[in-house]
């Protein structure tokens, strides 16, 4: 008979009473650390009763071991979210004190000697050796995980990895937090004259803001991505570009929040703890049971690309270098990086008489989310309509999922603005996956968060168009989320390789450059007129515009991250993995970077999480070749067929990580992937 899941313990804590309907109104920090206290006591005692030697079936061993941490996990993304949301001291402190708890007890439960004794001898019974597929995957990939954190170590190897693992947690957490608060605490005042240039709808959103914060003259300057991105690309005030980049690229190296020494430190007990678990590295060790198979294979993957789109990164260079020359003058100053965004936007007016400001109007955000909607309904028979329920900020939206027989399949959150207690970036993520049961099917609760262009003065919230891509991109990662039919909860939805994680919601992005799916949401905030064709051609016409150069940009995350985890010796006597990123990088760019260029001291992504995307960062190009390839099939039959939509999300979406990656793939499109689909796409080839 299996083990029914706990129900949730009746208490004041609404941490342990969170259920479907997340309290969020009532959550508070002081409710962290005596939930996570009570959790982990209980999962550690259902924890030791699945690791007594017994009989057992698949029921009452493997799927109670599949849910065995399902409520701290919940508590613990609840926590973690709330301090990247509305973060203060009193988050930060709650967060801080849960994480060596919690570090140390996910550690000991792959080493526990115990449980996996009891899994091993599960898998030599005649109930382990007859499972169906998608049961007998889980029983594989879960001894595989055990084995790959450790469980075969000896004693002294399983403390040592302990303490790595736990102050791994801790700089990391130190890293985010550095990275949060230094972005929060930058503002710059300046008068309307240093913004001639900027669009006049960030002159009035930066003049409410600088308002708002006590300044009754002036503009108020953050490091937020809807203020820095178009000052940057607009600002007639060349000095005020280089302040404003240089600030933007001082954060995770100022005093007090200074995260260089993180980064070697975090690159050492990655390695250690690679080393100790049987890998020469932590790049082989993270990517063993991803597509790419090992570091080698990633680095080659990027660097193969380089070097097929370096002659054109080359040619876009110097095509932008005379246009400057000849609209500024032979003895103009060098191009510097504060000055390359600005002139690459003035040149892709020249050339193809297209500003993407234009388009902003027919992008109002409730619309997009409407057409967005429409189109996933159309495309995967889904229905979405907002709900009630609490949220954690006055901004959060709720909305339901319904299945084409009406069945309510999930649920999810947004919060799509900036805020000083928010960070940065855009992200999806899961609160509680559902999928089928004995009693039928449980919905999936998830969320989206970003940083778009906030409403402002009279104007609703207008999106620039990589800002409505991000919107598609995150609810693709959202609807592999909500569409998992798995039953097994840690092969469900997102929780699969990570170089095919990005598939699903890097796809969604290329019905945004359709004209059918276009029509669905671009109307005039004013007028409800459909964005004209001639300004659509010219959209499209520029959609490759410096392609090359963002390919380079995305190539030189990819790169660096892999060179410090896989050539990169932290153990040096010189080691600094600073000055090497820096050398890496400019590679990359087009202009030359400053002696103290410390960017990668605030890559959230690498180094924010004891894993994260730390050496996995080429991930997202590798998942570009696939969405190029697979999109072709929507392109060719109907990017409105219903039925390439149902293929997908029987092959794709639904299934998770119950089959190879490369399989699914398969499953869809009948072959392997075509590699040369994203080049062309991006025009990357020669005519």
Same mark, same amino acid.
């Given at each position: 008979?299996?083990?029914?899941?706990?129900?949730?313990?009746?208490?004041?804590?609404?941490?342990?009473?969170?259920?479907?309907?997340?309290?969020?109104?009532?959550?508070?920090?002081?409710?962290?650390?005596?939930?996570?206290?009570?959790?982990?006591?209980?999962?550690?005692?259902?924890?030791?009763?699945?690791?007594?030697?017994?009989?057992?079936?698949?029921?009452?061993?493997?799927?109670?071991?599949?849910?065995?941490?399902?409520?701290? #996990?919940?508590?613990?993304?609840?926590?973690?979210?709330? #301090?990247?949301?509305?973060?203060?001291?009193?988050?930060?402190?709650?967060?801080?004190?849960?994480?060596?708890?919690?570090?140390? =007890?996910?550690?000991?439960?792959?080493?526990?000697?115990?449980?996996?004794?009891?899994?091993?001898?599960?898998?030599?019974?005649?109930?382990?050796?007859?499972?169906?597929?998608?049961?007998?995957?889980?029983?594989?990939?879960?001894?595989?995980?055990?084995?790959?954190?450790?469980?075969?170590?000896?004693?002294?190897?399983?403390?040592?990895?302990?303490?790595?693992?736990?102050?791994?947690?801790?700089?990391?957490?130190?890293?985010?937090?550095?990275?949060?608060?230094?972005?929060?605490?930058?503002?710059?005042?300046?008068?309307?004259?240093?913004?001639?240039?900027?669009?006049?709808?960030?002159?009035?959103?930066?003049?409410?803001?600088?308002?708002?914060?006590?300044?009754?003259?002036?503009?108020?300057?953050?490091?937020?991505?809807?203020?820095?991105?178009?000052?940057?690309?607009?600002?007639?005030?060349?000095?005020?570009?280089?302040?404003?980049?240089?600030?933007?690229?001082?954060?995770?190296?100022?005093?007090?929040?200074?995260?260089?020494?993180?980064?070697?430190?975090?690159?050492?007990?990655?390695?250690?703890?690679?080393?100790?678990?049987?890998?020469?590295?932590?790049?082989?060790?993270?990517?063993?049971?991803?597509?790419?198979?090992?570091?080698?294979?990633?680095?080659?993957?990027?660097?193969?690309?380089?070097?097929?789109?370096?002659? =054109?990164?080359?040619?876009?260079?110097?095509?932008?270098?005379?246009?400057?020359?000849?609209?500024?003058?032979?003895?103009?100053?060098?191009?510097?990086?504060?000055?390359?965004?600005?002139?690459?936007?003035?040149?892709?007016?020249?050339?193809?008489?297209?500003?993407?400001?234009?388009?902003?109007?027919?992008?109002?955000?409730?619309?997009?989310?409407?057409?967005? =909607?429409?189109?996933?309904?159309?495309?995967?028979?889904? %229905?979405?309509?907002?709900?009630?329920?609490?949220?954690?900020?006055?901004?959060?939206?709720?909305? #339901?999922?319904?299945?084409?027989?009406? %069945?309510?399949?999930?649920?999810?959150?947004?919060?799509?603005?900036?805020?000083?207690?928010?960070?940065a970036g855009a992200w999806m993520n899961a609160f509680v996956t559902g999928g089928p049961r004995e009693r039928g099917v449980e919905p999936h609760l998830g969320l989206m968060c970003g940083n778009m262009t906030p409403p402002s003065g009279n104007n609703p919230a207008l999106l620039s168009l990589r800002e409505v891509e991000t919107v598609f991109h995150e609810f693709g990662h959202l609807l592999h989320h909500a569409l998992s039919r798995v039953p097994?909860?840690?092969?469900?939805?997102?929780?699969?390789?990570?170089?095919?994680?990005?598939?699903?919601?890097?796809?969604?992005?290329?019905?945004?450059?359709?004209?059918?799916?276009?029509?669905l949401f671009a109307r005039h905030y004013q007028t409800g007129e459909r964005l004209p064709d001639e300004l659509f051609d010219r959209m499209v016409a520029a959609r490759n515009y410096r392609a090359a150069n963002a390919t380079m940009r995305q190539l030189s995350f990819g790169t660096v991250d892999l060179e410090l985890h896989v050539e990169f010796d932290p153990d040096a006597p010189d080691a600094d993995p600073i000055r090497v990123a820096r050398e890496?990088?400019?590679?990359?760019?087009?202009?030359?970077?400053?002696? #103290?260029?410390?960017?990668?001291?605030?890559?959230?992504?690498? =180094?924010?999480?004891?894993?994260?995307?730390?050496?996995?960062?080429?991930?997202?190009?590798?998942?570009?070749?696939?969405?190029?390839?697979?999109?072709?099939?929507?392109?060719?039959?109907?990017?409105?067929?219903?039925?390439?939509?149902?293929?997908?999300?029987?092959?794709?979406?639904?299934?998770?990580?119950?089959?190879?990656?490369?399989?699914?793939?398969?499953?869809?499109?009948?072959?392997?992937?075509?590699?040369?689909?994203?080049?062309?796409?991006?025009?990357?080839?020669?005519?």
């Amino acid at each position: 008979m299996t083990q029914a899941p706990p129900a949730p313990v009746r208490s004041d804590n609404p941490l342990l009473n969170v259920g479907f309907r997340i309290p969020f109104d009532q959550i508070r920090p002081e409710h962290a650390e005596p939930a996570v206290d009570a959790l982990l006591a209980q999962t550690q005692e259902r924890l030791e009763t699945l690791a007594r030697a017994g009989e057992r079936d698949y029921a009452d061993f493997m799927a109670d071991l599949d849910t065995l941490t399902e409520q701290l #996990d919940t508590v613990r993304v609840i926590v973690g979210h709330l #301090d990247g949301v509305v973060t203060s001291p009193e988050w930060q402190a709650a967060k801080r004190a849960i994480l060596p708890k919690v570090t140390e =007890f996910y550690t000991q439960l792959s080493l526990h000697p115990g449980l996996w004794a009891a899994l091993k001898g599960f898998a030599e019974t005649e109930a382990g050796r007859t499972l169906d597929p998608v049961r007998a995957r889980h029983l594989k990939l879960t001894i595989d995980e055990f084995r790959r954190e450790g469980a075969d170590l000896p004693e002294d190897q399983k403390a040592r990895l302990l303490e790595v693992n736990t102050r791994l947690a801790q700089v990391t957490n130190d890293f985010a937090k550095n990275v949060l608060d230094a972005t929060a605490a930058y503002e710059l005042i300046v008068p309307e004259s240093r913004l001639a240039g900027v669009p006049e709808r960030v002159r009035e959103a930066t003049r409410l803001d600088a308002q708002a914060h006590g300044h009754p003259e002036g503009h108020r300057l953050t490091l937020h991505q809807p203020v820095v991105e178009p000052v940057l690309t607009y600002a007639d005030d060349r000095e005020l570009r280089r302040e404003l980049w240089l600030a933007q690229n001082s954060v995770g190296s100022q005093p007090g929040r200074d995260n260089r020494p993180l980064v070697l430190e975090i690159l050492k007990l990655r390695r250690e703890q690679a080393r100790i678990l049987g890998f020469r590295d932590f790049a082989d060790y993270v990517l063993e049971d991803r597509m790419a198979g090992g570091g080698e294979r990633a680095l080659t993957f990027e660097r193969d690309l380089e070097a097929r789109v370096r002659p =054109f990164f080359e040619r876009e260079n110097a095509e932008l270098q005379a246009f400057y020359r000849d609209q500024s003058g032979q003895d103009a100053p060098a191009l510097e990086a504060w000055d390359v965004g600005y002139w690459a936007e003035k040149q892709r007016q020249a050339k193809y008489d297209f500003d993407e400001e234009a388009l902003r109007p027919y992008f109002e955000l409730d619309r997009v989310l409407a057409g967005l =909607f429409e189109l996933v309904n159309r495309v995967f028979g889904i %229905t979405v309509r907002q709900g009630e329920a609490p949220g954690w900020h006055p901004e959060v939206r709720y909305y #339901d999922i319904l299945d084409e027989g009406g %069945t309510h399949v999930a649920s999810f959150y947004t919060d799509w603005f900036p805020r000083d207690t928010k960070r940065a970036g855009a992200w999806m993520n899961a609160f509680v996956t559902g999928g089928p049961r004995e009693r039928g099917v449980e919905p999936h609760l998830g969320l989206m968060c970003g940083n778009m262009t906030p409403p402002s003065g009279n104007n609703p919230a207008l999106l620039s168009l990589r800002e409505v891509e991000t919107v598609f991109h995150e609810f693709g990662h959202l609807l592999h989320h909500a569409l998992s039919r798995v039953p097994v909860r840690s092969l469900s939805g997102t929780r699969v390789a990570w170089d095919f994680v990005e598939l699903p919601s890097q796809i969604m992005e290329n019905w945004v450059m359709e004209r059918e799916a276009l029509d669905l949401f671009a109307r005039h905030y004013q007028t409800g007129e459909r964005l004209p064709d001639e300004l659509f051609d010219r959209m499209v016409a520029a959609r490759n515009y410096r392609a090359a150069n963002a390919t380079m940009r995305q190539l030189s995350f990819g790169t660096v991250d892999l060179e410090l985890h896989v050539e990169f010796d932290p153990d040096a006597p010189d080691a600094d993995p600073i000055r090497v990123a820096r050398e890496v990088m400019g590679r990359f760019y087009p202009y030359p970077l400053p002696g #103290d260029y410390a960017r990668i001291a605030q890559f959230g992504h690498l =180094f924010s999480s004891p894993v994260g995307y730390g050496a996995g960062y080429y991930s997202y190009k590798w998942a570009e070749v696939l969405d190029a390839d697979a999109f072709s099939r929507f392109a060719q039959e109907g990017i409105f067929n219903r039925e390439t939509g149902r293929a997908y999300v029987d092959t794709i979406l639904s299934r998770g990580n119950s089959a190879e990656a490369a399989q699914l793939y398969r499953d869809f499109m009948g072959r392997d992937p075509d590699a040369e689909a994203l080049l062309r796409r991006s025009g990357l080839v020669e005519a």
